[in-house]
């Protein structure tokens, strides 16, 4: 491993994350509340740390795809410490592990959180809460991409451990102009989204603060009630639709961009999104009318709201789902699973893994049926390689590995069955609210220490997609020599 | 510049890796998974898995918008077919790796018909690479012009030289060889010279003229070229042919060991002034009996990396002055340094610094209506390539002694279709012809702008 080389990246990492604070300092300069020396302190240790390691020389600047998993997999542990002291020196939270969950929950976009209340918060600090889940939806390594004046080519290495989905791609040539295109859409398609909101008669600060976590996927809100508060059709409309627009893979808005909007439709991931949603719309609205709603339209309404916000893994809620009929909370809990697309800013397996495991079992029953047969798994019209495929089913292996693991020692805790899974399923997949004692209206404040610094963990396997986490447990990779 | 490379083997690897490093935006097509897998791991490009032949893949990798198209697979058809498709689909220039011989011969036809800005042949590359390193010595320095045909050397003025205190006009009519002092490097300034400019001690002179011309003018200015008079060259392949029929040029004397009957008939065919041996380079025996220790120079050119890097030290042991080796693996350049070869000779890497070379030039020329620009000395000067037009007329088929230019203005060669014209007064510039004007004038970006006020 090229140690050198990777604190100097990191250091680079800490001063993009000061930079980032910034506008959450501004925020907390203009409603002038006590949260404002946090954020300095916080900025000036994110500097000093920061120089400090980027000033290490590396005479080797060339970094391998180990390297790159190490980055990611540090870089993000690195950033969530940081990024909880604002919460922590401020007092908003008091206990460290509590301020590392939120700060984890943020950057990951899952939007769990551990607090009952939400609403007396100073606003700076609710402000930089939902911006972790903007930074963290498109890669904190990618905005330092983005931002860096010119990306090497062994770069790559950490834009493919961090980027989510089973085979990342480069839109353009060069990996600092994909990193800028990328933030480019997503800047842009914020801006129209907080513009939308404020026209559909949501205060700014508001529209700023749920526009950053539609953005992200992430569902932190500055209300208790979450979107719900507002009462508003058409902000819920707006967000519903938007939540699905940043699900979808930003490759795809890249061919729209360009003006080929036939990408979209032939995309297999697209279609399988599209459908599986509207699909879990319908059969919610049918579930829901007469049984919590009495009229079709408040049942779409919600119903399109909440498939949209748990299938892109955001975690909003308009209406407390938990005391729905149990088909729609298992609809619900398959679509956490499931998860949006690869390439977007949402969590879960992904449509696409779901798509290439389906693929992958057809062909094995071709198999059956005849042996001899070849068959490849073919997707958009192109051969995939069989690495990519095997890679699908043991990540999906590995998903469900580290979700019992984790079951099993969350139910240390005592809780009752469905709280506990949920609360598992929720966090590995990103999205945020569960049922019962964690779903829409709860919080994660009952566990115990020990559960929440799992549930830290268990976000950010899910949203770097195991691998470059689980590579931090394995001994060899920390050996000098490995063979 | 957004450059498209078709074919990911050892040429399009090194290509893109240097053209990457330069900032292009570059995309390579290739069918070979595994090939484009270590391109996309080590270096800053777009792969793309296909045919580059295929219209569809093209478009995908953004042929009609790209400055750039170089067919660089290992077939000289798919890149001809290559180049056609993408010029019609819209790329600005297109550079093609055309190898065989036969069609080499037709190049200029081929060229034409295709609309290829730029043919390059590897080995005809390589011949003439080794046969620059036979002529020079390998530190001094020389830069190339159309594609090749001229060259400009470096030389500097010793006290034992005839031309000390001689203008230009003198050694002109001292020296009968066909060359130009294109500038001249003295005190650490540039100076683009006149007709009577003279002379003097420790002068560093840039000479133009095409390979040959300039060859002789060194020698008869005594300037310690190596005298090298006979080489030995084992491996009779396209480059041993090439470099042969190169060194001729030069009067000197060629020997070439080739194991193969059936080429051996075929090489004396086609080189009646070589002597052919049929025999292993690699036997000791052989290369003694050949006296190898006589030999001025030898060169190692077989198929195999091995054989000839051992041949290469066999010659070295024996007392040969100049020993060069080809060598097709580039993994190693630290352990062959250490053998104590004089010079190892990569066909893949000259093609490929070849091709980057033509790319630095147009890139260094966007913006302006120049064809290729070349900053040379050091950064000193510049090399601009024009093509001339109508709009040029106020000089057109003027001799030039007549034309009255700005100071620092050098006209430096006149191509006419295959012609390389080393200008004299009364030589005149026709409409199509391509010029090369070197210069101290930066922001040159006009051929009527040489012309000095109240000029003609």
């Known amino acids: ?483 | 510049m957004k450059i498209i490379i078709v074919g990911d083997g050892k040429v399009g690897y090194s290509l893109a890796e240097s053209l990457s490093q330069e900032n292009h935006d570059i995309t390579i097509i290739d069918k070979n998974p595994e090939a484009l897998k270590k391109a996309s791991d080590y270096l800053d490009v777009m792969c793309i898995q296909g045919n580059g032949l295929s219209a569809s893949i093209l478009i995908e990798a953004g042929v009609k918008t790209a400055d750039i198209l170089i067919a660089a697979t290992s077939s000289d058809e798919m890149n001809m077919v290559c180049c056609l498709t993408g010029k019609k689909l819209g790329a600005e220039r297109t550079i093609a790796r055309i190898r065989d011989p036969e069609y080499a011969k037709e190049l200029s036809i081929l060229r034409d018909e295709l609309d290829l800005d730029l043919v390059i042949n590897p080995e005809q590359a390589a011949a003439r690479e080794i046969a620059r390193l036979l002529r020079f010595h390998s530190a001094m320095d020389i830069e190339i012009f159309a594609k090749g045909r001229v060259e400009l050397v470096e030389l500097k003025v010793t006290e034992e030289m005839p031309i000390i205190d001689m203008d230009f006009m003198t050694i002109s009519k001292k020296i009968s060889s066909n060359v130009l002092i294109g500038a001249v490097l003295r005190d650490n300034e540039v100076i683009i010279p006149n007709g009577s400019f003279v002379v003097k001690e420790n002068d560093i002179l840039y000479i133009l003229g095409e390979p040959s011309s300039v060859f002789d003018f060194g020698r008869q200015i005594k300037k310690c070229i190596p005298k090298i008079r006979n080489v030995m060259i084992v491996g009779g392949g396209r480059i041993a042919y090439y470099l042969a029929r190169n060194l001729r040029q030069f009067d000197m004397k060629v020997k070439i060991i080739e194991e193969n009957m059936d080429r051996c008939v075929e090489l004396s065919e086609l080189l009646p002034d070589c002597l052919i041996i049929k025999g292993d380079g690699t036997d000791y025996s052989l290369l003694q009996s050949e006296n190898l220790s006589d030999m001025d120079a030898f060169v190692s050119l077989t198929g195999h990396d091995e054989e000839n890097l051992i041949a290469a030290l066999l010659a070295k042991q024996s007392g040969v002055k100049k020993v060069i080796a080809k060598v097709t693996r580039i993994n190693y350049p630290t352990i062959i340094k250490n053998m104590g070869i004089d010079c190892v000779v990569n066909p893949k890497i000259i093609t490929s610094n070849y091709i980057t070379r033509y790319v630095r030039g147009l890139t260094n020329a966007q913006g302006n209506p120049v064809e290729t620009l070349y900053s040379i000395i050091g950064g000193q000067a510049e090399a601009l390539e024009f093509i001339v037009h109508n709009n040029n007329a106020k000089f057109l088929n003027v001799p030039l002694k007549k034309l009255k230019l700005k100071e620092g203005v050098l006209i430096a060669v006149i191509v006419r279709k295959n012609d390389i014209i080393i200008p004299h007064g009364d030589d005149v510039i026709k409409k199509g012809d391509k010029v090369i004007i070197i210069t101290k004038n930066r922001h040159l970006t006009d051929l009527n702008e040489i012309i000095a006020s109240g000029g003609i």
């Open chain 1, 1 to 483: 491993m090229n140690i050198r080389m990777i604190i100097k990246v990191l250091g680079t990492l800490l001063i993009v994350e000061a930079a980032s604070m910034l506008p959450s300092l501004l925020v907390s300069l203009i409603y002038g509340q006590d949260d404002f020396s946090a954020f300095v302190v916080t900025i000036m240790l994110l500097l000093v740390t920061g120089l400090i390691m980027y000033s290490i020389k590396a005479p080797n600047t060339n970094l391998y795809s180990k390297d790159g998993f190490a980055i990611v997999s540090l870089g993000w542990i690195l950033v969530s410490l940081f990024g909880a002291l604002p919460f922590f020196l401020s007092g908003a939270i008091p206990h460290f592990a509590d301020a590392f969950f939120e700060s984890v929950s943020g950057f990951t976009t899952t939007g769990s959180t551990i607090l009952r209340e939400v609403e007396s918060l100073p606003r700076g600090i609710l402000f930089w809460r939902s911006f972790t889940h903007w930074i963290g939806g498109m890669g904190v390594l990618v905005l330092m991409l983005a931002v860096l004046p010119k990306a090497g080519a062994s770069t790559f290495q950490i834009m493919k451990a961090e980027s989510p989905g089973p085979n990342p791609d480069k839109l353009v040539p060069k990996i600092g102009q994909t990193a800028k295109i990328l933030y480019g859409i997503y800047l842009v398609l914020t801006i129209i989204l907080i513009v939308l909101l404020v026209i559909a008669g949501m205060p700014l600060y508001d529209s700023l603060i749920h526009a950053l976590g539609t953005a992200g996927t992430g569902g932190f809100s500055n209300m208790n009630r979450s979107v719900g508060a507002y009462n508003n059709v058409y902000a819920e409309v707006i967000i519903t639709v938007f939540m699905f627009i940043f699900g979808t893979n930003f490759t795809l808005h890249y061919q729209v961009l360009k003006g080929n909007w036939k990408a979209m439709f032939k995309d297999d991931e697209f279609r399988f999104y599209l459908g599986t949603m509207v699909a879990a719309i319908i059969l919610m609205t049918i579930n829901l009318t007469g049984t919590i709603f009495n009229s079709v339209w408040e049942s779409l309404r919600h119903a399109s709201f909440q498939a949209s916000t748990i299938m892109t893994t955001t975690g909003f809620a308009t209406t407390d789902f938990n005391l729905w009929p149990s088909f729609s909370k298992v609809i619900l809990v398959l679509l956490m699973f499931i998860g949006a697309s690869a390439g977007s800013t949402a969590g879960g397996l992904k449509c696409i893994r779901i798509v290439l495991l389906l693929k992958t079992i057809k062909r094995e029953v071709i198999k059956v049926i005849h042996p001899k047969s070849v068959c490849t798994v073919k997707v958009g019209g192109r051969v995939l390689d069989d690495s990519i495929v095997s890679g699908a089913t043991s990540y999906f292996f590995a998903y469900m590995i580290i979700f019992t693991v984790a079951i099993l020692i969350v139910s240390l805790d005592g809780f009752d069955l469905t709280t506990t899974f949920t609360s598992v399923a929720t966090t590995i997949g990103n999205v945020g609210p569960g049922l019962e004692m964690v779903g829409p209206v709860g919080s994660f404040a009952d566990y115990s220490v020990l559960s929440k610094i799992v549930f830290s963990f268990v976000m950010l396997f899910g949203r770097l997609e195991i691998l470059p986490m689980l590579i931090l447990f394995a001994p060899s990779f920390w050996k000098k020599v490995n063979i």
